[in-house]
Protein backbone atom coordinates (compact mmCIF):
# COMPACT_ATOMS: atom_id res chain seq x y z
CA UNK A 1 0.00 0.00 0.00
CA UNK A 2 2.69 2.56 0.72
CA UNK A 3 4.55 1.64 -2.59
CA UNK A 4 1.21 2.44 -4.02
CA UNK A 5 0.71 5.74 -2.75
CA UNK A 6 4.49 6.59 -3.07
CA UNK A 7 3.72 6.06 -7.35
CA UNK A 8 0.66 8.16 -7.45
CA UNK A 9 2.85 10.48 -4.96
CA UNK A 10 5.13 10.57 -7.56
CA UNK A 11 3.19 11.12 -10.90
CA UNK A 12 1.52 13.61 -9.31
CA UNK A 13 4.58 16.00 -7.96
CA UNK A 14 5.10 17.99 -11.28
CA UNK A 15 8.58 16.81 -11.96
CA UNK A 16 8.80 13.33 -14.59
CA UNK A 17 9.29 10.06 -12.94
CA UNK A 18 12.40 9.88 -14.63
CA UNK A 19 14.11 12.66 -13.07
CA UNK A 20 13.18 11.40 -9.78
CA UNK A 21 15.16 9.17 -7.47
CA UNK A 22 14.70 6.56 -4.93
CA UNK A 23 17.18 5.78 -2.35
CA UNK A 24 17.94 2.70 -0.55
CA UNK A 25 20.50 1.67 2.32
CA UNK A 26 20.39 5.33 3.51
CA UNK A 27 22.21 6.42 6.28
CA UNK A 28 19.97 7.14 10.03
CA UNK A 29 23.05 9.83 11.67
CA UNK A 30 26.21 11.65 10.96
CA UNK A 31 27.70 9.53 14.14
CA UNK A 32 29.20 6.55 12.61
CA UNK A 33 28.55 3.84 15.69
CA UNK A 34 24.81 5.66 15.97
CA UNK A 35 24.54 4.83 12.37
CA UNK A 36 25.34 1.47 12.61
CA UNK A 37 22.88 1.07 15.45
CA UNK A 38 20.34 2.09 13.68
CA UNK A 39 21.01 -0.08 10.40
CA UNK A 40 21.54 -3.48 12.71
CA UNK A 41 18.20 -2.78 14.21
CA UNK A 42 16.60 -2.06 11.18
CA UNK A 43 17.41 -5.27 9.50
CA UNK A 44 16.56 -7.31 12.78
CA UNK A 45 13.04 -5.67 13.23
CA UNK A 46 12.74 -6.60 9.59
CA UNK A 47 13.06 -9.84 10.05
CA UNK A 48 10.21 -10.24 12.71
CA UNK A 49 7.81 -10.82 10.12
CA UNK A 50 10.08 -14.07 8.75
CA UNK A 51 9.78 -15.68 12.22
CA UNK A 52 6.22 -15.18 12.42
CA UNK A 53 5.21 -16.57 9.09
CA UNK A 54 7.50 -19.44 10.68
CA UNK A 55 5.31 -20.08 13.81
CA UNK A 56 2.42 -19.90 11.38
CA UNK A 57 4.03 -22.79 9.05
CA UNK A 58 5.12 -24.91 11.43
CA UNK A 59 3.24 -28.33 11.97
CA UNK A 60 3.29 -30.92 14.78
CA UNK A 61 5.88 -33.15 14.15
CA UNK A 62 7.57 -30.72 11.46
CA UNK A 63 9.85 -27.84 11.05
CA UNK A 64 8.47 -24.54 9.21
CA UNK A 65 12.06 -24.47 7.49
CA UNK A 66 11.98 -28.17 6.62
CA UNK A 67 8.21 -27.41 4.93
CA UNK A 68 9.53 -24.66 2.83
CA UNK A 69 12.90 -26.22 2.07
CA UNK A 70 14.93 -23.32 3.93
CA UNK A 71 17.97 -25.45 5.18
CA UNK A 72 21.30 -26.19 4.82
CA UNK A 73 20.33 -29.59 3.39
CA UNK A 74 22.47 -29.52 -0.30
CA UNK A 75 24.59 -26.30 -0.08
CA UNK A 76 26.23 -26.76 -3.25
CA UNK A 77 22.92 -27.70 -4.93
CA UNK A 78 21.44 -24.85 -3.45
CA UNK A 79 24.27 -22.55 -4.76
CA UNK A 80 24.42 -23.74 -8.13
CA UNK A 81 20.98 -23.03 -8.44
CA UNK A 82 20.95 -19.86 -6.61
CA UNK A 83 23.79 -18.71 -8.86
CA UNK A 84 21.77 -19.63 -12.19
CA UNK A 85 18.70 -18.09 -10.61
CA UNK A 86 20.60 -15.11 -10.01
CA UNK A 87 22.08 -14.71 -13.43
CA UNK A 88 18.78 -15.73 -15.48
CA UNK A 89 17.17 -12.69 -13.40
CA UNK A 90 20.21 -10.14 -12.55
CA UNK A 91 20.87 -10.06 -16.25
CA UNK A 92 17.96 -8.96 -17.78
CA UNK A 93 17.02 -7.19 -14.49
CA UNK A 94 20.19 -4.10 -15.41
CA UNK A 95 18.43 -4.44 -18.46
CA UNK A 96 15.09 -3.23 -17.95
CA UNK A 97 15.76 -1.32 -15.58
CA UNK A 98 18.24 0.59 -18.17
CA UNK A 99 15.56 0.41 -20.52
CA UNK A 100 12.78 1.88 -17.88
CA UNK A 101 15.13 4.83 -17.48
CA UNK A 102 15.60 5.86 -21.26
CA UNK A 103 11.85 5.25 -21.64
CA UNK A 104 11.31 7.73 -18.22
CA UNK A 105 9.19 4.98 -16.52
CA UNK A 106 11.67 4.10 -13.75
CA UNK A 107 13.40 6.76 -11.13
CA UNK A 108 16.95 6.75 -10.98
CA UNK A 109 17.54 4.19 -7.79
CA UNK A 110 20.52 4.87 -5.30
CA UNK A 111 21.06 1.30 -3.89
CA UNK A 112 23.20 2.92 -1.76
CA UNK A 113 23.29 5.84 -0.23
CA UNK A 114 25.04 4.88 3.39
CA UNK A 115 28.42 7.01 4.47
CA UNK A 116 31.51 5.36 3.72
CA UNK A 117 32.73 3.46 7.21
CA UNK A 118 34.81 0.21 7.87
CA UNK A 119 31.04 -1.31 8.35
CA UNK A 120 29.92 -0.16 4.99
CA UNK A 121 29.78 -3.48 2.89
CA UNK A 122 29.22 -5.80 6.00
CA UNK A 123 25.61 -3.96 7.02
CA UNK A 124 24.85 -4.05 2.81
CA UNK A 125 25.81 -7.62 2.53
CA UNK A 126 23.43 -8.23 5.68
CA UNK A 127 20.99 -6.21 4.07
CA UNK A 128 20.58 -8.18 1.09
CA UNK A 129 20.28 -11.10 3.49
CA UNK A 130 17.60 -9.54 5.08
CA UNK A 131 15.60 -8.27 2.03
CA UNK A 132 15.71 -12.35 0.56
CA UNK A 133 14.56 -13.94 3.80
CA UNK A 134 11.90 -11.25 3.89
CA UNK A 135 10.79 -11.94 0.19
CA UNK A 136 11.23 -15.63 0.13
CA UNK A 137 9.70 -16.77 2.91
CA UNK A 138 6.51 -15.04 2.76
CA UNK A 139 5.97 -14.00 -0.72
CA UNK A 140 7.08 -17.34 -2.06
CA UNK A 141 6.79 -19.34 0.62
CA UNK A 142 4.28 -18.93 2.86
CA UNK A 143 1.86 -17.23 0.62
CA UNK A 144 2.21 -19.61 -2.08
CA UNK A 145 1.92 -22.40 0.76
CA UNK A 146 -1.30 -20.82 2.00
CA UNK A 147 -3.16 -20.01 -1.22
CA UNK A 148 -2.85 -23.71 -2.03
CA UNK A 149 -4.37 -24.70 0.80
CA UNK A 150 -7.11 -22.24 0.71
CA UNK A 151 -7.83 -24.24 -3.00
CA UNK A 152 -6.29 -21.65 -5.48
CA UNK A 153 -5.46 -22.90 -8.87
CA UNK A 154 -1.56 -22.67 -9.85
CA UNK A 155 -1.87 -20.27 -12.36
CA UNK A 156 -3.56 -17.64 -9.78
CA UNK A 157 -1.06 -18.59 -6.80
CA UNK A 158 1.87 -17.33 -9.01
CA UNK A 159 -0.19 -14.56 -10.53
CA UNK A 160 -0.80 -13.48 -7.13
CA UNK A 161 2.75 -14.48 -5.80
CA UNK A 162 4.19 -12.52 -8.74
CA UNK A 163 1.86 -9.56 -8.65
CA UNK A 164 2.85 -8.71 -5.05
CA UNK A 165 6.24 -8.83 -5.43
CA UNK A 166 5.85 -6.25 -8.18
CA UNK A 167 3.78 -4.36 -6.68
CA UNK A 168 6.36 -3.44 -3.74
CA UNK A 169 8.58 -2.17 -6.10
CA UNK A 170 6.16 0.53 -7.62
CA UNK A 171 7.74 3.08 -5.48
CA UNK A 172 11.05 2.59 -8.15
CA UNK A 173 8.80 3.19 -11.09
CA UNK A 174 7.10 0.64 -13.59
CA UNK A 175 9.77 -0.70 -14.57
CA UNK A 176 11.17 -2.07 -11.77
CA UNK A 177 7.50 -3.16 -11.29
CA UNK A 178 7.72 -5.43 -14.58
CA UNK A 179 11.07 -6.94 -13.55
CA UNK A 180 10.05 -7.83 -10.48
CA UNK A 181 6.88 -9.64 -11.30
CA UNK A 182 8.58 -11.65 -13.64
CA UNK A 183 10.98 -12.38 -11.49
CA UNK A 184 8.34 -12.96 -8.72
CA UNK A 185 6.71 -15.43 -11.88
CA UNK A 186 9.99 -17.42 -12.12
CA UNK A 187 11.06 -18.03 -8.28
CA UNK A 188 7.21 -19.00 -7.50
CA UNK A 189 7.08 -21.60 -10.50
CA UNK A 190 10.40 -22.83 -9.15
CA UNK A 191 9.49 -22.86 -5.49
CA UNK A 192 6.04 -24.72 -7.02
CA UNK A 193 7.84 -27.28 -7.96
CA UNK A 194 10.58 -27.67 -5.80
CA UNK A 195 9.12 -26.79 -2.65
CA UNK A 196 12.59 -24.81 -1.79
CA UNK A 197 13.40 -21.67 -0.50
CA UNK A 198 17.28 -21.80 -0.19
CA UNK A 199 18.03 -21.31 -3.57
CA UNK A 200 15.67 -18.60 -4.21
CA UNK A 201 17.34 -16.78 -0.72
CA UNK A 202 20.72 -17.22 -2.39
CA UNK A 203 19.91 -15.80 -5.61
CA UNK A 204 18.24 -12.96 -4.14
CA UNK A 205 20.74 -12.56 -2.20
CA UNK A 206 24.13 -12.03 -4.81
CA UNK A 207 21.51 -9.67 -7.11
CA UNK A 208 21.14 -7.49 -4.13
CA UNK A 209 24.63 -7.84 -2.73
CA UNK A 210 26.13 -6.93 -6.50
CA UNK A 211 23.27 -3.75 -6.36
CA UNK A 212 24.51 -2.84 -3.29
CA UNK A 213 27.95 -3.11 -2.83
CA UNK A 214 28.45 -2.54 -6.53
CA UNK A 215 26.74 1.03 -5.99
CA UNK A 216 28.74 1.81 -2.96
CA UNK A 217 32.14 0.78 -4.14
CA UNK A 218 31.76 1.35 -7.83
CA UNK A 219 33.44 4.77 -8.73
CA UNK A 220 30.59 7.94 -10.12
CA UNK A 221 31.88 7.62 -13.67
CA UNK A 222 31.52 3.89 -13.73
CA UNK A 223 27.92 4.45 -12.13
CA UNK A 224 26.79 6.97 -14.94
CA UNK A 225 28.86 4.77 -17.49
CA UNK A 226 26.13 2.21 -16.29
CA UNK A 227 23.42 4.57 -16.40
CA UNK A 228 22.89 4.13 -12.53
CA UNK A 229 23.58 7.50 -11.47
Not at 58 to 76: Q, S
Not at 155 to 180: D, E, I, T
Not at 193 to 217: K, S
Given at each position: MYAVVNIIARLTAGTPLGEQTAALNVSRS??????????????GFALVPVALALFLLAEPGRRATARIGLDLHRPWRNLAAGVGLAALIGIPGLALYLLGRTLGLTVEV???????????????IL????????????????LIERLEQLGWRH??????????????????????????????????????????TMPLVVAHTLIDVVAFVGYALLPAGALAALGLA
Amino acid sequence: MYAVVNIIARLTAGTPLGEQTAALNVSRSARPYLDLTYQLLGIGFALVPVALALFLLAEPGRRATARIGLDLHRPWRNLAAGVGLAALIGIPGLALYLLGRTLGLTVEVQASALNAHWWTVPVLILAALQNALLEEVIVAGYLIERLEQLGWRHGAVVAASALMRGAYHLYQGFGPFVGNAVMGVVFAEYYRRRRRTMPLVVAHTLIDVVAFVGYALLPAGALAALGLA
